[in-house]
């Protein structure tokens, strides 16, 4: 009964450093996203995916960078990583179609620290 | 402009009573859907409830109810008995241009609910 895995939990990086979360689902999902969760700022949009082989920027983009070359997996990078991405990183998926009209089922969230 | 407005940082209620979370959303878009979500002191977001903007009633799950207004763009979250366990981060989110397949949520800056007993 995984659902949504992510790995890995924790990392810190130092300031320029590159490294890779991986977001893995297994309940055959069509979408999937990477959100940032920073206090008093709610959850935002980093970039998403309509399926595999395709991505596309959500509300703040810069800085990373994703792919989705197999359906069950969606990866985020950050080429150099700067203090300003400290955050917690949640991945999540849904369905094309449901009767909750795509519910999102999140990870259990990635702290990444930058120093 | 804010797509989703949580005005309510923080919140105490005492156990067993009843406690309104507000939300409000700004769309003009005629097909929309609004969630909420709770998220413990473990971090796991957990979905709570859904409306859809065309939704005759107001959407119940157990003790979860949402209050949706639609002219006045609100969709309030309100818990029933509370419980110590309710005690956490909520969030109410929205997603937009339901007819064309987008499927990312926007997401409110959160209440936080603190139940006492």
């Known amino acids: 009964n995984a659902g949504v895995t992510q790995t890995p939990k924790f990392r810190v990086l130092k300031t320029g450093q590159s490294m890779t979360l991986l977001c893995a689902q297994d309940m055959n999902h069509e979408y999937m996203y990477w959100y940032r969760q920073d206090p008093g700022m709610g959850l935002r949009l980093i970039h998403y995916?309509?399926?595999?082989?395709?991505?596309a920027k959500g509300e703040v983009p810069d800085g990373y960078n994703v792919s989705r070359l197999k359906k069950q997996n969606f990866l985020l990078g950050l080429e150099s990583a700067a203090p300003s991405q400290t955050s917690v990183y949640f991945c999540?998926?849904?369905?094309?179609?449901?009767?909750?009209?795509?519910?999102?089922?999140f990870g259990e969230g990635s702290r990444l620290t930058v120093l | 402009a804010q797509k989703i407005t949580q005005t309510q940082p923080g919140m105490f209620v005492q156990e067993k009573e009843a406690v309104t979370l507000d939300c409000t959303y700004d769309t003009s878009d005629p097909s929309y859907g609004l969630f909420w979500y709770k998220q413990p002191s473990s971090g796991e977001m957990i979905f709570l409830i859904y409306?859809?903007?065309?939704?005759?009633q107001n959407a119940t799950e157990g003790r979860y109810s949402l209050n949706f207004q639609k002219a006045r763009k609100s969709a309030n979250l309100v818990i029933s008995a509370s419980q110590l366990g309710d005690s956490a981060m909520y969030f109410c989110a929205m997603r937009e241009g339901m007819d064309t397949g987008r499927r990312a949520l926007t997401f409110g800056s959160g209440t936080r609910l603190q139940v006492q007993p």
């Open positions: 995916s309509v399926g595999e082989g395709t991505t």
């Open positions: 409306q859809g903007s065309y939704d005759q």
């Open positions: 999540a998926s849904s369905q094309i179609a449901g009767r909750r009209t795509g519910e999102l089922f």
